[in-house]
């Protein structure tokens, strides 16, 4: 299916849009694919989510990818990439989606490296990855060098306060920095008291969401008081954490007006 594919793609010279999501492609199937895509010069989105196409069919991709235009949206969740094809695509991505792909620690801090080279990302997902404290660290080490993130998505992670620290030291210098999403993780009240002291440096901040975390009362109250600080901030999710819903109704019934506070 995938050369049959691959021939029609050949003569779509002015291709914008491929979505091959959920196809289960294969390596085989990306090389097939390879060179027809050197041809579409116009190619802004490609999607090949869902496709298991593993650290050598990304090598393929990768390599015709770079001749050209690179594209303004490359989604490649619950592909199986590991750590040893995280590399491969670097300076090329506005848009990388890595979610549910078994990174774990190695695989972040590979990507790390990417990242310090993809100075044109602007939205980075990597939900449900077990990248853990140490991966948070090397991340955060590395968005800095992405001037203009403005999504985030590290939810469901298993990051707790250590790796929530290091991702707060970077969020300050995100200056475009509109949505995080830090869902599903175990940062408790130490990660959320230091999240909240840098809301203030997050000037394009409007979206975070920080449900089912451990946080305790002092940490959501904390989180509560620093909205003050952080202007743009429209939307907080501090549900499903260790606070009772009436302490965090009184806490959201006194911060700043014209932020939605999710305390349930």
Not at 203 to 221: C, F, H, M, Q
Not at 227 to 233: F, P, S
Request: proline share 2%; with cysteine; glycine share 14%.
């Amino acid at each position: 299916g995938a050369e049959r594919l691959a021939t029609v793609i050949a003569a779509c010279t002015s291709l914008a849009r491929l979505d091959l999501s959920g196809n289960w492609i294969g390596a085989d199937g990306v090389g097939s694919l390879s060179e027809a895509l050197d041809d579409c010069q116009s190619l802004t989105c490609l999607d090949l989510s869902h496709n298991d196409i593993g650290a050598d069919g990304l090598g393929k991709l990768a390599s015709v990818l770079a001749r050209g235009q690179p594209p303004a949206h490359l989604a490649t969740c619950d592909d199986v990439f590991g750590a040893k094809g995280a590399g491969r695509f670097a300076g090329m991505l506005t848009h990388l989606n890595l979610s549910s792909n078994e990174l774990g620690a190695d695989g972040a801090g590979r990507l790390a490296g990417v990242l310090s080279r993809c100075t044109a990302l602007s939205r980075l997902e990597l939900k449900t990855n077990r990248i853990g404290d140490d991966g948070a660290a090397m991340l955060a080490a590395s968005v800095r060098s992405c001037p203009l993130l403005s999504h985030l998505d590290l939810g469901f992670n298993d990051i707790g306060a250590e790796g929530a620290a290091q991702i707060a030291s970077a969020l300050g210098e995100l200056e475009r920095l509109a949505q995080f999403d830090f869902a599903g993780n175990k940062i408790g009240d130490g990660g959320a008291v230091r999240l909240a002291e840098v809301l203030g440096e997050c000037p394009a901040l409007t979206r975070l969401d920080l449900r089912g975390n451990k946080i305790g009362l002092e940490g959501v109250g904390r989180l509560v008081g620093a909205v003050a600080a952080c202007t743009a901030l429209g939307h907080l999710n501090v549900s499903a954490n260790l606070v009772r819903w009436n302490d965090g109704a009184a806490l959201a019934a006194h911060a700043r007006s014209g932020c939605q506070i999710v305390t349930r």
